[in-house]
């Protein structure tokens, strides 16, 4: 006789009928709430810890999400590097300044100009009220709090797009690496003094194709942009000046510029 079925699936289709009137009088026991939450722990897809992921970056840092979509979102950018130039500041990108003596606040006014957001790490309060009151958006003490958890919170998990480091400690240039994001550029602008060797991941290189650079020997281009500044009233140095002394009170003007509360003195020449 034909049968749509195989032979195999026959046997179990006998089995099933000669047991379907016991189980149609017969109410099985309802598994317990443990019960099911034990099986589905155990079959169910949404219920496999393996089966999601923690998020690292963005507004749903900390949260669950399913492996795939957890592994798009920290994938590698297919961005074409070439067409990037993460040096050229943009309303899109945060600018971190370390360090808020008379250069530091200069790259702030000069980020600003730009239209980034800019963020100041200084440990000095009356140094981090100054420099909001020339345009910084935020300004943080890295005494307070880890300064590079705390860029990190500020941006996201991103870390800062560009990084100034504009302070002489060794230790301070290691957290700049840290605090920079993915493809972003990190700027030694001040000499170390002691020059002491700071660590760089390989693997952090690879993966986060970032640009480390220094700032000296400026280019002619460099002096004719600084001096357009000036000239056009676009940067206002005026605050960024501690004192003015005449010739014949130099040594004064001298150490007046050796204190740690002062910044630029002028000795008048006449």
């Given at each position: 006789?034909?049968?749509?079925?195989?032979?195999?699936?026959?046997?179990?289709?006998?089995k099933?009928?000669?047991?379907?009137?016991?189980?149609?009088?017969?109410?099985?026991?309802?598994?317990?709430?443990?019960?099911?939450?034990?099986?589905?722990?155990?079959?169910?897809?949404?219920?496999?810890?393996?089966?999601?992921?923690?998020?690292?970056?963005?507004?749903?840092?900390?949260?669950?999400?399913?492996?795939?979509?957890?592994?798009?979102?920290?994938?590698?950018?297919?961005?074409?590097n070439?067409?990037?130039?993460?040096?050229?500041?943009?309303?899109?990108?945060?600018?971190?300044?370390?360090?808020?003596?008379?250069?530091?606040?200069?790259?702030?006014?000069?980020?600003?100009?730009?239209?980034?957001?800019v963020?100041?790490?200084e440990?000095d309060?009356?140094?981090?009220?100054?420099?909001?009151?020339?345009?910084?958006?935020?300004?943080?003490?890295?005494?307070?709090?880890?300064?590079?958890?705390?860029?990190?919170?500020?941006?996201?998990?991103?870390?800062?797009?560009v990084?100034?480091?504009?302070?002489?400690?060794?230790?301070?240039?290691?957290?700049a690496?840290?605090?920079?994001?993915?493809?972003?550029?990190?700027?030694?602008?001040?000499?170390?003094?002691?020059?002491?060797?700071?660590?760089?991941s390989?693997?952090?290189?690879?993966?986060?194709?970032p640009?480390?650079?220094g700032?000296?020997?400026?280019?002619?281009?460099?002096?004719?942009?600084?001096?357009?500044l000036?000239?056009?009233?676009?940067?206002?140095?005026?605050?960024?000046f501690?004192g003015?002394?005449?010739l014949?009170?130099?040594?004064?003007?001298?150490?007046?510029?050796?204190?740690?509360?002062?910044?630029?003195?002028?000795?008048?020449?006449?």
């Open positions: 006789m034909y049968t749509p079925y195989p032979e195999n699936m026959m046997e179990s289709i006998k099933v009928e000669a047991t379907r009137a016991k189980r149609m009088s017969t109410e099985p026991r309802r598994l317990t709430a443990d019960e099911k939450d034990a099986l589905l722990k155990k079959f169910h897809p949404d219920y496999d810890p393996d089966a999601f992921a923690e998020i690292k970056v963005g507004p749903n840092k900390g949260q669950k999400a399913p492996l795939e979509l957890a592994e798009m979102l920290h994938s590698t950018s297919r961005i074409v070439e067409k990037i130039d993460i040096s050229k500041i943009d309303y899109d990108v945060d600018v971190l300044v370390i360090g808020g003596g008379i250069m530091g606040l200069l790259h702030v006014m000069a980020a600003k100009l730009c239209g980034a957001r963020i100041l790490s440990p309060q009356s140094r981090r009220e100054l420099a909001l009151e020339l345009g910084a958006d935020m300004a943080i003490d890295p005494l307070a709090a880890d300064p590079v958890d705390e860029i990190k919170r500020i941006t996201g998990g991103r870390g800062a797009e990084v100034f480091n504009t302070t002489p400690v060794s230790a301070v240039a290691g957290q690496l840290k605090m920079a994001a993915p493809m972003g550029r990190v700027v030694m602008y001040s000499s170390q003094h002691p020059d002491k060797p700071v660590e760089v390989p693997g952090w290189l690879h993966s986060a194709n640009v480390i650079t700032a000296v020997n400026p280019s002619v281009r460099s002096f004719l942009h600084a001096v357009q000036l000239n056009k009233g676009l940067i206002d140095p005026a605050k960024l501690s003015e002394f005449g014949d009170d130099a040594q004064k003007a001298f150490e007046a510029a050796i204190r740690p509360d002062t910044f630029r003195i002028a000795i008048r020449m006449v």
